[in-house]
């Protein structure tokens, strides 16, 4: 290894990463090369077949490092390539030193002696393999978790299996009391559903192959029920809505109102009424939409129950609270009076020429006017509904039909019924 890394000094080095562990037979160590300068180019080192097996590499590096130099501590940054190899019998070994082109001059680093021990017996080896969840789904990330108390001889032991890919990996290691603990973590996803198999393809130790027991395990078929199911029930949602509106909007305002006490709409003023309502059914039948979609398609979605309940519960449970709170608003208040209709045409003249309400209809049957609020209000403006009966008459005030959704009025609608009240009450003598 070359000494010193002072800043204008070009250091160009090899080292093996034993991860503070020794050097044994059959166990995969780092080779690295590395220098405190941009390496250009580099010569592969040769090895010698009957001490070395080289795993795989060259692999990019960079690394950093906390360096002494005339009792001044700095932060060294280091780049290069690494080899993963193993070594095939004990002893002491020279590692080929190889040479590098840095900032266009060539430097050769130092051979690197090295003492390799015997294998380590692989009695008392003790591994387990589980998988998390233990029946996933297609598509579903699930996790194999490899454990041993003693670390083996590659890196990172892999799997492999033509249906399931490998989405992430990570691994640590514990010691307690002296002994420890290799953990590996291994995210995977099954692409078809079915029965498996996994076993680590180079779970050894000391050159030696673990006997780890074969871990089988089903993968299970996503269900779409639950998806059709909502589906057609949000389509028959649809066409109730529609046909029951499209009825409505069809009967006389005083003749509906008369015979249920509530306010008729048409397919048009229902969807501006209980605009909330649409827009809180519109995400779960998307989603619901969507995983049909990925059905036909074929493909494997996973769905938490948790998931699906918060993408299709909470916004139904809204869906439903804004629909009740809107229909409640549609009823009349029934007021019993003596006045004939144009006395009460004197009286609405009198409360809407004071607020301000502009007429729509004005006919012996009913009255419909509306406010023109300002921008800042707080309502977009409140449609007022007079309806004339024998003996009494039907008042009710809601947001206006014409304008945009809107779930309240801050006070306005029921502040244009009290008015009326109040004013037909004036008129006839009772307050």
């Known amino acids: 290894m070359v000494e010193g890394f002072a800043q204008d000094k070009v250091s ?16 995969e160590v780092q080779l690295c090369y590395l220098s405190n300068r941009q390496i250009e180019k580099h010569t592969l080192p040769v090895w010698n077949t009957e001490e070395v097996e080289r795993i795989s590499g060259p692999h990019p590096m960079t690394s950093s490092r906390v360096e002494t130099i005339n009792g001044v501590s700095e932060v060294v940054s280091l780049q290069g390539v690494y080899y993963a190899i193993r070594f095939l019998k004990p002893g002491t070994f020279s590692l080929p030193a190889i040479t590098a082109v840095i900032e266009g001059n060539t430097y050769t680093c130092d ?39 003693r670390k083996p001889d590659a890196s990172v032991p892999t799997f492999h299996h033509p249906d399931i890919e490998q989405v992430s990996f990570s691994g640590s290691s514990t010691s307690h009391n002296g002994a420890g603990e290799y953990r590996y973590v291994y995210k995977m996803k099954a692409t078809h559903p079915g029965n498996y198999i996994l ?50 909007g069809k009967h006389g305002l005083a003749e509906f109102v008369m015979a249920t006490g509530r306010l008729n709409l048409s397919v048009g003023n229902a969807l501006t009424h ?61 007021v019993k009076t003596k006045l004939t209709i144009d006395e009460l045409y004197e009286v609405i003249q009198k409360v809407g020429a004071l607020h301000e309400w502009s007429y729509e209809h004005a006919g012996d049957d009913c009255f419909v006017g509306h406010t023109s609020p300002g921008f800042f209000s707080g309502s977009w403006g409140e449609q007022i509904f007079v309806v004339f009966d024998k003996g009494q008459v039907w008042i009710n005030s809601i947001c206006d039909l014409n304008q945009r959704a809107s779930i309240t009025s801050f006070g306005r609608t029921k502040k244009n019924i009290r008015l009326l009240k109040k004013a037909i009450a004036e008129a006839e003598g009772r307050v």
């Open 12 to 27: 160009f080095f090899s080292e093996v990463d034993t991860a503070f562990q020794q050097i044994r037979v059959g166990r």
């Open 111 to 149: 051979p690197m002696v090295v003492r390799v021990l015997p294998a380590e017996s692989s009695e008392g080896v003790v591994c387990t393999l589980t998988v998390n969840p233990e029946t996933p789904k297609v598509g579903q990330e699930f996790e194999v978790i490899l454990t041993c108390n």
């Open 274 to 334: 209980y605009g909330l309502s649409v827009f809180a059914f519109i995400l779960p039948f998307t989603f619901v939409c969507c995983t049909i979609y990925d059905y036909f398609l074929r493909t494997p979605p996973f769905y938490t129950f948790s998931f699906v309940a918060g993408m299709l519960g909470i916004p139904v449970l809204l869906c439903i609270l804004f629909a009740r709170m809107q229909y409640r608003k549609l009823f009349f208040e029934k």
């Open 199 to 248: 076993v680590p393809l180079d779970l050894t130790f000391g050159g030696k192959e673990y006997p780890l027991k074969v871990y089988q395990f089903d993968v299970e078929r996503v269900d779409y029920l639950w998806g059709f199911i909502f589906f057609f029930l949000g389509i028959g949602v649809i066409i109730r809505f529609w046909l029951l509106f499209h009825r409505e």
